[in-house]
């Protein structure tokens, strides 16, 4: 029979010292769009972009707050560094300085906030960046954000050196918590987990601000099986 995990360790990172204050996104109009223009900006070395407020994906007119949308075109060398350096999957769980300027080399701010990446379109082929998106991130706005789940101490787990399995069934949750409080992953201590424990996303501890945007908070996130199971749970991303 399987059991839950009552003892675990969890720990929570917020994003990095660096993030908040070494790594600003700059940016530039872009008052056209279409796949020509959007060629020409990547030939010139830059990432067609758009910002705007979260509340304009909700599905319920009357909950849509203002877009504050911006088409944008941001350096490709410079997401890419900033992508190396804060490393995937954590740049969509943290959150950026973005400053807009009038034109590519520019002194004139037209506009600055944080924002938080949500989406990076990439080639299938080549895996070139191809197009961002961001919503604004002020402080005290509420936002959507998948969190990454990083499992650690599987070197020491009691289940597997038993010869059972790890099952990593979710690599991220999604939760809605204020900006300013938005964790760059979750870190899972697993490292005392025997056969047939699990923890679910019930026995996760977050900040009182974070919302699990889940239906059913007993599913687990992982569970360490024995070898002979024949139906382990499929991973969910």
Not at 12 to 25: K, R
Not at 93 to 118: C, D, K, N, W
Not at 138 to 155: A, H, Q, R, S
Request: with cysteine.
């Amino acid at each position: 029979m399987s059991r839950l995990w009552r003892g675990l360790k969890t720990v929570i990172q917020t994003s990095p010292a660096s993030s908040l204050h070494y790594h600003t996104i700059q940016a530039i109009p872009r008052e056209c769009t279409g796949s020509r223009i959007s060629s020409r900006d990547r030939a010139q070395g830059r990432i067609p972009a758009v910002v705007f407020s979260q509340g304009l994906l909700e599905k319920n007119p009357s909950n849509r707050s203002p877009s504050r949308k911006q088409l944008l075109t941001t350096e490709g060398k410079q997401i890419r560094s900033i992508i190396k350096s804060v490393e995937l999957p954590f740049f969509c769980s943290t959150t950026f300085q973005l400053q807009i300027r009038a034109g590519s080399g520019s002194s004139v701010l037209l506009e600055s906030g944080r924002v938080l990446p949500i989406k990076i379109h990439r080639d299938e082929e080549t895996g070139k960046i191809m197009n961002l998106a961001f919503v604004w991130a002020d402080e005290g706005t509420e936002l959507k954000v998948d969190v990454p789940v990083v499992f650690k101490g599987l070197e020491d787990c009691p289940g597997l050196k038993k010869g059972g399995y790890f099952n990593r069934i979710r690599s991220s949750l999604k939760f809605q918590c204020p900006a300013e409080h938005i964790p760059l992953k979750i870190e899972v201590d697993v490292s005392e987990l025997d056969i047939d424990d699990r923890v679910t996303m019930h026995d996760i501890e977050v900040h009182p601000s974070m919302k699990l945007l889940s239906k059913n908070e007993s599913m687990p996130i992982c569970k360490i099986v024995p070898m002979y199971s024949e139906n382990p749970e499929p991973m969910k991303v």
